[in-house]
């Protein structure tokens, strides 16, 4: 069954630090998303896309963090400089919406840990 | 903003029992995804309910969307220790424009052997 990888699966990095997170979404699926989930509490949007554009973003999602799909396959996230708050486990996630049943697809996460 | 609110937020029962969950909202839903997720990993989809009033059974678990499509339900008949994990609901708000998928707060299930 088709699924959405990512990597790395943990990242420790330094407070002020830059990180790329990886996705890599199910081939044919149109829309990609970011969640981050802080240990213990809910599961949080952060941002959209598609067409190669932003299609909606959180409060969370500010001028730090960015969105990229560099190639036909791969969808990142990047995180200009970090912060303590940022320590969480972020998930990339992708769908079709519009065939009737939505539902999106989860990656197993990346466990950001800022020092 | 819309909130989906789950209840109860954590749950601890014997094998065997019966057990169901809720998620209530004020806001209206498009649709309304059920997942399971277990510690280090990312959620796993259970049920997409799209219909206002739409049952669906899932081997022991059964889970309904409400008539005004604004709240939604998991049970679990005779829970296993297989069963426990954090049960997260989902929903795409309706009329929103945009395809942005909201969280739960959760409930966490505990099945004790």
């Known amino acids: 069954e088709p699924e959405v990888t990512q990597t790395p699966s943990h990242q420790v990095t330094q407070m002020g630090q830059e990180v790329i997170l990886r996705c890599v979404p199910i081939?044919?699926?149109?829309?990609f998303y970011w969640y981050r989930q802080i240990l213990g509490q809910k599961v949080e949007f952060l941002v959209s896309f598609y067409n190669n554009e932003i299609s909606e973003k959180s409060e969370i999602f500010d001028d730090q963090f960015s969105v990229e799909r560099p190639d036909g396959s791969n969808f990142t996230l990047k995180i200009r400089s970090t912060k303590l708050e940022d320590s969480a486990m972020y998930f990339c996630?992708?769908?079709?919406?519009?065939?009737?049943?939505?539902?999106?697809?989860f990656g197993s996460g990346t466990q950001l840990s800022v020092l | 903003t819309q909130l989906l609110e789950q209840s109860p937020q954590f749950l601890s029962i014997q094998e065997g029992e019966n057990l169901t969950v809720y998620c209530n909202s004020s806001?209206?839903?498009?649709?309304l995804q059920w997942y399971r997720q277990e510690p280090g990993e990312g959620p796993v989809l259970l049920v997409t309910?799209?219909?206002?009033?739409e049952v669906k059974k899932l081997k022991r678990l059964t889970f309904q969307f409400g008539d005004a499509r604004k709240d939604s339900s998991l049970h679990i008949t005779a829970a296993q220790p297989g069963d426990t994990g954090l049960y997260l609901c989902a929903g795409e708000p309706a009329y929103s424009g945009t395809y942005k998928y909201i969280f739960g707060t959760g409930t966490r299930l505990k099945v004790l052997a």
């Open positions: 806001s209206v839903f498009s649709s």
């Open positions: 081939s044919n699926h149109l829309y």
């Open positions: 996630a992708s769908d079709v919406p519009g065939q009737g049943v939505e539902k999106l697809f």
């Open positions: 309910v799209v219909t206002g009033g």
